[in-house]
């Protein structure tokens, strides 16, 4: 619990509730100010608009505990003040609301619009008023009434001065020049040696559907050109080993070394083709900790493997599937050239955003830093090859937390 | 929609708010307008959060002479209104980042921390060639924003490190500068964005290109070209971009170089 | 002039304006529990496992649970039609990404979904049918069991084609796509139930259109009789299609409280509805044109196939959407010969609502864009093929070639004056010269008609378990001489609290603020099937018209009593009884009846100062209101941005009650019809994982992103309706996406690119453009 105060509408309140309560929660649910409302509680739709220390400011995504000392202004409390009567009586006249749900959080916003207004300016205003959605009026009659409060207050000398012009959005060239040489940079390559590409998906991904999406065909959304039409995006890659490839499939087969050179694994079990554990992801402040099992295909003669692996993330219900196929090469005398054709799937909550291009981007993160990690534990060893393990393939039914998908 | 359960922590000071986040699961809260819609999601679960806008050294804006120091927990609404002389680029993509009621609460610290590849000040600081300043156990440590940002929502920021301010160098009286953006609407993050500063009596010409997978990429042909008063033609943008950045998709590639030759035209310069 | 006609500000707006609205989670009873689901994170699969935690066995529910709930079954009289179960929590498999498994229940909402995130669930994952196309193989799974195929229905239906398309010199082929889209209403699903010993009630606050329908729904559900339930839809925050049907959640909270005995709530919040509510629009349109050469369709040649998700609705059925699209397919165009087979196809996406237009944006969007291709195969302007194609006023009342029956209005002169509007010549003046910033410059049109108010010859023909009969409004005289007015639909945000008052002040006289309308609450108002299909001023009003009219001679026989005058010499005039002498107030009237009755006249109608109304329009084949809407548009060909630079309705709704609030209705409409065509999409993966799950993902329009739209008005009066009103909710939304593509093609047709599936987002068009580059 906080014991942090805040000022709400004239009143010194107490933010007792829990830390993860948000204002809008705080203020509906607790203060029984139910004029604000909830329409995404992810910031965008502006409904739950309040003041906060004078400034138009989402409910949804601040938190009393960390507003100590702050000062909220809910619609409830708008009712002395003269712009707020001009809007509200405009609002009426326009038309600028039907259903009344994101009407509070519009008035807030439109409040804050006219007080800084230039002028009665509708590109302005629309601009200006672009962050409260309203589902129901096409925004028409809000903008004429906003127009009307800017135009009144000028009339009538309400108004501040017009402002100075809106900051310059660019300044023109004057004159040339030669700039500081700046190295050309080559195309990215990222750390570790690891080149990963993106690639159209390969067979092994499961084919159960065979036909491609009609609605779908030239969609193309953002960053799903990897995508294939059973949901696996796939990414190749490649690193070099310092080491001969003997001692690198040795290596490979190391199963306590891979997870301690993958990202955030931790073992929890090993066989000699199965193992359990979890793997701890993050993007930013995601964090997702996937439990799960994998197994191992190995060829020896051919230097090849493949490891299938699935999990789910607990608390989110979402989970993952990937296979990881590899195939060693020699790389000069002494090194190893691994490639690495990386498929993977993710459902549940953590996949259900349209920016897959971030998460391809994460996969090929992951693969560059186990090579790097790789090549260091490697290197670290006084030379002696690791102690080898049966290597004939293998191939033997597993056990997963999450069934196996059925193949039809 | 509700966020899982977390602790919040008010640090008197730095030193406190540093060693706060050393702690299992802390994490720094600035404006919020990022974290917390991921915090509703669940799809962020710090088991605490650390406040820092409060702290008084992040909150204020001062003038070094040949560059602004700009606190970490200064709101984009305070960059779009105090227009600082010399970082005019500052107030204008300050007033084009996401909403008002946003802008109010937001900050230009998280905003970098954060490190969205369609943010906007991931790309305006890189080509403003600013510096971010970090406080650390160790101290403090000072980083080009070109290189701070390393991949998307990857910074060079360790668990209990704080940016504490980036440092701006103010432009000359010659220099010249665009930012664009496309945005499929107002407010959205951006599909492609480039901005551009030219700036003669420092010989700085900055090219960068953002809204991509990763961090803004730098265009230095391209920054050379503009400099030097030469022709940009449409299909040496793609094809630079192209060889830079070889992961766009054909579509992304033409969406990218459109927005580069409009940052490009906004300066008087293109084909 | 309050009366019909009048612009008058609405009654609703005060407590809106002050936030002083009462949403369903804006009322807070005590001791209520919060609810949350537990979804099914894979679009098709078998539940292996589902274990509450042992510390929370009371709190958690699943199907199993559920004693004594019936699956949601919406069973409908067209021929061929398949039924689905549809359990308030899935009982075994599960059919969609967010359909609810499993619900918890704790003090706060939070507190229930980390509840839920303690649930544990296994999920046989199965192939999932993510297209039409997918679910349409030989070879795919059935979804439902005993389905011979995965084809909720289809229809067929053929008139005159063959010897038309004979005769047609022309064949045009033209194929379009709209992609799956959520509804939106800013509020989205809301119950809170709870149960009143007193009344021995189960009373549900609901968001619904349609609360006597929703009664209807929990009470064969939950096995109770109608009169042990109430359903109270207090304000609505939009509804849209949405709030039409009875969802499972709504049946799960109803559960608890009826056998918990109390308060539970449970609101939906924006990724749920995004995701579990990704659920309309999706309509793929083959169509064939056989023309002459003046571009003239004789002949239409259709294939429809509809995305219907994985459960049909209760009770609009997944029968709705491809009857609307076979019967509204040749629009308003004196098409000869048609033939048309629509399918509605079951996939593992939530199940398809009727969101404003209901099929008909879709029809709209495939027979305008087959107009232009059909212009620009025979090299004529699309603008005079429309027109040359559309039914004449001279020809009205008409029949067209799927039996509806057009009750009047020019529809070719709400082209021309579209096209005058946004000044074609000059448009095609400065596409001639072209834009100094690299841009393109189209314009286009659409042209609809609606068939609105539509009664039980038109609804039970889409076969539906209920179908609207006739509608009812009851009048009640106060004892102070004021009105009560109670209707059994719902009014959220179409402003019925004030226009239904203005039908009573023009039958009655009283002054608008001595009249209340009494609505959303079974427990409150005579029935009525609810909200939806642009019926509610055609239907309520009528009703309410009819119910003041029953009053009139009761009023005057008293106050001529009163007065010491012939009945025959006294009137109503302007809220008053006037004799030849003397005049009477409705409330002396009222005092007289309710507290005085001795001063009643001997052969006083015992019925007194209450009536019900009862209405059906003289046709209940509908009364079609009709629009063209006109697109100015500039297309960026290397971003693949489209700015709208002006955007004109012409639109025809007969009389206007409140032209005010059909401004509003038409301007809501159309942005929502602009969402469509540019900005919303629930994108799904090829696993059937939703890709839109947040407003950063799906892209409603803002203020920014839309024009200023003008609106110009005919009226045609309805012969059918009281005051000749046609209905006017939803027309808005369904020309929009069918105007702007028609002028986005008419800005890139020259690059020798076309577009044709929504919504159009810079990588559709920057991928048409590069397809055309290519081909050259």
């Given at each position: 619990m906080s014991d942090a105060a805040l000022d709400v509408n004239g009143r010194t309140v107490a933010a007792?509730?829990?830390?993860?309560?948000?204002l809008g929660d705080w203020l509906r649910e607790?203060?029984?100010?139910?004029?604000l409302h909830l329409g995404?509680?992810?910031?965008?739709?502006?409904?739950?608009t309040v003041e906060i220390d004078g400034a138009p400011a989402r409910?949804?995504?601040?938190f009393p505990a960390a507003l100590a000392g702050a000062r909220i202004r809910t619609?409830?409390?708008?009712?002395?003040d003269a712009v707020m009567a001009s809007l509200r009586r405009a609002f009426s006249e326009e038309h600028a609301?039907?259903?009344?749900?994101c009407t509070p959080g519009m008035l807030i916003a439109a409040r804050d619009a006219v007080l800084r207004?230039?002028?009665?300016d509708e590109a302005w205003i629309r601009r200006e008023m672009a962050g409260n959605l309203c589902?129901?009026?096409?925004?028409v009659g809000i903008v004429r009434a906003i127009v009307r409060v800017v135009t009144e207050r000028q009339e009538t000398g309400l108004?501040?001065?017009?402002?100075?012009?809106?900051?310059?959005a660019t300044i023109r060239v004057r004159r040339s020049f030669v700039p500081r040489e700046a190295a050309d940079p080559a195309p990215p390559a990222p750390a570790g040696g690891a080149v990963p590409r993106d690639m159209a998906p390969?067979?092994?991904?499961?084919?159960?559907?065979?036909?491609?999406?009609m609605a779908t065909r030239?969609?193309?959304?953002?960053?799903?050109?990897?995508?294939?039409a059973t949901g696996w995006s796939r990414v190749e890659a490649h690193f070099i080993v310092a080491r001969q490839p003997d001692a690198t499939w040795a290596a490979l087969a190391d199963f306590p070394l891979l997870a301690r050179c993958f990202p955030g694994a931790t073992l929890t079990g090993h066989g000699a083709d199965r193992v359990t554990g979890e793997v701890e992801v993050g993007l930013g402040p995601i964090r997702a900790t996937f439990r799960g099992a994998a197994t191992v295909e190995r060829d020896e003669g051919l230097r090849t493997g493949v490891v299938s692996g699935a999990g789910q993330d607990g608390r989110s219900a979402s989970r993952t599937r990937a296979e990881i196929a590899y195939r060693l090469t020699p790389d000069g005398p002494d090194g190893t050239r691994v490639d690495l054709d990386v498929a993977y799937r993710l459902t549940g909550p953590l996949a259900q955003?349209?920016?897959?291009g971030i998460v391809r981007s994460l996969a090929r993160a992951l693969v560059a830093d186990f090579a790097r990690r790789l090549n260091a534990e490697l290197a670290g060893r006084d030379g002696t090859a690791p102690p080898s393990r049966p290597a004939s393939a293998i191939r033997r039914a597993l056990a997963r937390l999450v069934p196996r998908r059925r193949r039809r | 929609m509700k966020a899982a359960a977390f602790q919040y922590e008010r640090p008197g000071d730095l030193p406190q708010a540093i060693a706060l986040l050393a702690r299992e699961g802390a994490k720094a809260l600035g404006?919020?307008?990022?974290?917390g819609p991921m915090l509703n999601l669940r799809l962020a679960r710090p088991a605490l959060l650390v406040g820092l806008t409060h702290l008084d050294p992040l909150r204020s804006i001062a003038d070094l002479g040949h560059a602004w120091r700009i606190g970490?927990?200064?709101t984009h609404a305070r960059l779009e209104d105090e227009r600082l002389a010399g970082a005019e680029m500052l107030a204008a993509v300050a007033s084009d980042i996401a909403y008002r009621s946003i802008r109010t609460r937001g900050t230009i610290g998280g905003s970098l921390v954060h490190a969205?590849?369609?943010?906007d000040w991931p790309l305006a600081l890189a080509t403003l060639d600013a510096v971010v300043e970090i406080e650390g156990p160790s101290g403090r440590r000072r980083c080009p924003a070109e290189t701070f940002m390393q991949a998307a929502f990857t910074v060079?920021?360790?668990?209990?490190?704080?940016?504490t301010a980036v440092e701006v160098p103010k432009t000359t009286p010659d220099a010249a500068w665009s930012a664009f953006k496309f945005c499929?609407?107002?407010?959205?993050?951006?599909q492609a964005s480039a901005a551009i500063l030219l700036d003669p009596d420092r010989r700085a010409a900055r090219v960068f290109c953002g809204a991509l997978d990763g961090p803004p990429r730098p265009l230095p042909g391209i920054a050379r070209r503009l400099a030097e008063g030469l022709a940009l033609p449409g299909d040496t943008v793609e094809r630079e971009l192209g060889r830079l950045?070889?992961?766009?998709?054909p579509i992304a590639l033409r969406m990218h170089a459109a927005a580069i030759r409009r940052a490009a035209d906004r300066l008087g310069r293109s084909a | 002039m309050s009366g019909v006609g009048a612009r008058v500000l609405r009654r609703e707006d005060d407590r809106h304006l002050r936030g002083r609205g009462q949403f369903v989670a804006d009322l807070h009873l005590p001791g209520q529990q919060e609810v949350a689901f537990l979804r099914s994170p894979v679009a098709h699969g078998l539940i292996r496992h589902l274990a509450a935690p042992d510390d929370a066995r009371d709190r958690v529910f699943a199907q199993a649970d559920l004693g004594g709930l019936k699956p949601i079954v919406a069973r409908s009289?067209?021929?061929?039609y398949r039924d689905s179960e549809w359990h308030a929590l899935a009982p075994?498999?599960?059919?969609?990404?967010?359909?609810?498994v499993a619900m918890a229940v704790a003090p706060d909402r939070a507190e229930a979904e980390d509840l839920v995130e303690r649930i544990a669930l296994e999920i046989e994952e199965w192939p999932a049918l993510v297209t039409a196309a997918q679910a349409l193989a030989a070879d795919a799974p059935r979804l439902?069991?005993?389905?011979?195929?995965?084809?909720f229905v289809s229809l067929r239906y053929e008139k005159d084609f063959e010897r038309h398309a004979a005769a047609a010199p022309v064949v045009v082929r033209r194929q379009v796509r709209l992609s799956r889209q959520a509804i939106v209403p800013l509020e989205g699903k809301a119950v809170l139930a709870t149960w009143d010993e007193r009344a021995g009630q189960l009373v549900v606050h609901t968001a619904t259109q349609v609360p006597h329908m929703i009664r209807s729904g929990l009470a064969e559900t939950l096995g109770?009789?109608?009169?042990?339930i109430r359903v109270i839809a207090p304000?609505?925050?939009?509804?849209?299609?949405?709030?039409l049907i009875l969802q499972p959640e709504e049946l799960c909270v109803a559960w608890l409280a009826l056998t918990r005995r109390r308060p539970f709530r449970y609101v939906e919040d924006r990724r749920e509805h995004l995701t579990a509510g990704?659920?309309?629009?999706q309509h793929a349109y083959d169509l064939t044109a056989h023309a002459d050469?003046?571009?003239?369709?004789l002949a239409l040649d259709a294939h429809v196939t509809v995305d219907g998700g994985a459960y049909s609705n209760?009770?609009?059925?997944?029968?709705i959407e491809p009857g609307q699209a076979t019967g509204n397919l040749p629009g308003p165009y004196a098409i000869r010969g048609y033939r048309c087979r629509t399918e509605c196809v079951a996939t593992n996406k939530p199940a398809f609502l009727p969101y404003r237009g209901v099929a008909r944006t879709g029809v709209c969007f495939a027979i305008e864009l087959l107009v232009d291709a059909v212009a620009r195969a025979v090299g004529r302007d699309p603008v005079d093929v429309r027109r040359d194609n559309l039914v004449p006023?001279?020809?009205?009342p008409f029949e067209n070639v799927a039996g509806k029956r057009y009750d009047g209005g020019d529809y070719p002169g709400s082209l021309e004056r579209a096209r005058e509007a946004v000044g074609f010549d000059a448009i095609r003046a400065r596409q001639a010269a072209g834009e100094a910033d690299g841009r393109r410059i189209g314009v286009g049109f659409a042209t609809y008609t609606e068939q609105t108010a539509h009664g039980a010859k038109v609804f039970g023909a889409w076969g539906l378990p209920i179908v609207p009969g006739y509608e009812q409004a009851v009048a009640r005289i106060t004892p102070d001489g004021a009105l009560e007015l109670r209707v059994g639909l719902q009014s959220h945000g179409q402003g019925l609290e004030t226009t239904l008052a203005q039908i009573a002040h023009e039958e009655?006289?009283?002054?608008?603020?001595r009249i209340r309308v009494i609505h959303g609450d079974t427990g409150e108002t005579p029935f009525s099937t609810g909200?939806?299909?642009?019926r509610a001023i055609v239907w309520a009003g009528g009703a309410v018209a009819e119910a003041c009219r029953a009053l009139k001679p009761r009023l005057v026989a008293i106050g001529a009593h009163l007065m010491q005058a012939a009945v025959a010499e006294t009137r109503l005039d302007r809220g008053r009884i006037v004799a030849p002498l003397a005049e009477a107030s409705i409330r002396e009237v009222a005092f007289a009846w309710y507290?005085?009755?001795?001063?009643?006249?001997?052969?006083?109608?015992?019925?007194?100062?209450e009536a019900v109304g009862g209405y059906r329009p003289a046709t209940d084949t509908g009364t079609f209101s009709y629009a063209t809407h006109a697109a100015v548009v500039a297309v960026?060909?290397?971003?693949g941005a489209v700015e709208i630079l002006d955007y004109v309705v012409v639109e025809?709704?007969?009389?206007?009650?409140?032209p005010m609030v059909v401004d509003g209705q038409t301007y809501g409409g159309t942005v929502q019809g602009l969402g469509s065509a540019l900005f919303e999409e629930s994108a799904y993966s090829a696993?059937?994982?939703?890709?839109?799950?947040t407003f950063a993902d799906y892209l409603l329009p803002g203020a920014a992103d839309v024009p200023a739209i003008r609106i110009l008005h005919m009226e045609t009066p309805s012969p059918h309706t009281t005051y000749g009103a046609r209905g006017v909710g939803?027309?808005?939304?369904?020309?929009p996406p069918a105007a702007i593509f028609n002028a986005v093609n008419d800005a890139i047709h020259p690059l020798g690119a076309v577009v044709g599936e929504t919504p159009l987002t810079p990588r559709r068009l920057l991928a048409a453009l590069a397809e055309a580059r290519l081909d050259r």
């Open positions: 007792d509730a829990p830390p993860r309560r948000h607790d203060l029984r100010l139910t004029g995404c509680e992810h910031g965008v739709c502006g409904a739950c409910a949804c995504i601040a619609i409830e409390a708008f009712d002395d609301l039907q259903c009344g749900f207004a230039p002028g009665p589902r129901c009026t096409g925004y108004a501040l001065p017009p402002s100075p012009p809106t900051a310059p390969r067979d092994m991904a499961p084919r159960d559907m065979a036909t491609r999406d030239d969609m193309a959304p953002r960053d799903m050109a990897t995508s294939d955003f349209s920016r897959a | 404006g919020g307008q990022s974290l970490a927990a200064v969205d590849p369609a943010a060079d920021l360790a668990a209990d490190e704080i940016v499929r609407k107002q407010g959205d993050f951006a950045v070889p992961d766009l998709d | 009289t067209l021929p061929g075994g498999r599960v059919r969609f990404v967010g359909e609810p439902h069991d005993g389905w011979p195929d995965n084809r109770l009789d109608e009169h042990a304000d609505v925050g939009g509804g849209f299609g949405y709030k990704a659920n309309t629009r050469e003046e571009g003239r369709i209760w009770p609009f059925t997944a029968g006023p001279a020809a009205m009655l006289g009283l002054p608008l603020e909200t939806y299909a642009s507290r005085d009755p001795t001063r009643l006249p001997p052969d006083v109608d015992p019925r007194g100062l960026d060909p290397d971003l025809d709704c007969g009389r206007r009650i409140n696993d059937g994982q939703p890709l839109a799950s939803e027309g808005g939304a369904i020309a």
